[in-house]
């Protein structure tokens, strides 16, 4: 039986495993994770956990055109069901295996290779400081794939390091309606937002961001200096506080609560 740890971080990459073109690999997954939910003595917070874990990698999977074509019929996780679940998903990856599911792979791959290609093209025009022909590039690859959050992610990571910030919060955005669980995208984008001088906005990004982590003093700390540069002292402190909190060597929190301090009268 594989350990608590790796069987979470698979469960969490079934969306890329399936963009991967790697279906078995995804459906056992689940299977593994199933096994361990029926052997293991779990904590009531780690079951609950995987089993959030385990839905939100069968709506992946369920989502998936060309594994619904081999299984119509939708997998779902029911508390005292998990027998039920775990023979269909034995008998999805049996269909899988054996489909020949090579074509589709290189088709994934070919994909993944084009995007990837194009990445490097925009990057390659911001390193010149070519901005126009960087846009003309990421909008075109990103029109092809216009439901893929992560290369949306991605170019919006290359233009908030570039300092292209507008552009930055533009694919953000759109990355924070396709993908509204993932962390990563809200912070960025408020960042862009902040370095805009757009307070208003970065906060509410903030706010959605905050209940996805209410613990990660690294967001807090951000949330901190968006109140420090708007120059909302009690604010900054409060959430600068936090920060320490939570990781009382956090350095940079200290020197930004003992900074805002100073400004509250």
Same mark, same amino acid.
């Given at each position: ?157 290359? $233009?908030?390091?570039? !300092?292209?910030?507008?552009? *930055?919060? %533009? #694919? +953000?955005?759109? @990355?924070?309606? &396709?993908? /509204? ?11 862009? $937002?902040?370095?805009? !001088?757009?307070?208003?906005? *970065?906060? %509410? #990004? +903030?706010?959605? @961001?905050?209940? &996805?982590? /209410? ?20 604010? *900054?402190? %409060? #959430?600068?506080?936090? @920060?320490?909190?939570?990781? /009382? ?17």
């Amino acid at each position: 039986m594989q350990d608590i740890v790796t069987v979470r971080r698979q469960l969490k990459l079934v969306s890329s495993t399936l963009r991967q073109g790697k279906y078995a690999s995804a459906v056992q997954a689940v299977i593994t994770a199933l096994r361990l939910m029926l052997s293991t003595p779990l904590m009531k917070a780690e079951k609950d956990e995987f089993i959030g874990l385990v839905r939100e990698a069968l709506d992946y999977i369920n989502n998936s055109n060309d594994i619904r074509k081999l299984h119509p019929e939708a997998l779902n996780y029911e508390p005292g069901k998990e027998k039920v679940l775990f023979e269909a998903l034995i008998e999805l990856i049996e269909i899988l295996e054996k489909e020949d599911m090579s074509g589709v792979e290189d088709i994934v791959n070919s994909l993944n290779a084009k995007r990837d290609a194009a990445l490097a093209k925009g990057q390659e025009h911001l390193d010149n400081v070519d901005y126009d022909s960087a846009r003309t590039v990421f909008k075109a690859i990103s029109g092809e794939f216009p439901k893929d959050g992560k290369l949306k992610s991605d170019i919006g990571e290359k $233009f908030l390091t570039a !300092g292209c910030y507008q552009d *930055a919060a %533009e #694919y +953000y955005i759109e @990355a924070v309606d &396709l993908d /509204p669980d993932a962390l990563h995208n809200y912070n960025r984008l408020a960042i862009a $937002f902040r370095k805009m !001088g757009e307070f208003p906005q *970065a906060e %509410e #990004y +903030y706010k959605r @961001a905050l209940p &996805l982590a /209410p613990k990660d003093p690294n967001l807090l700390f951000n949330v901190a200096r968006l109140y420090l540069e708007w120059e909302k002292w009690h604010q *900054a402190v %409060e #959430y600068g506080e936090k @920060a320490l909190i939570i990781s /009382p060597d956090f350095a940079e929190a200290g020197k930004l609560v003992k900074f805002a301090r100073k400004h509250i009268r």
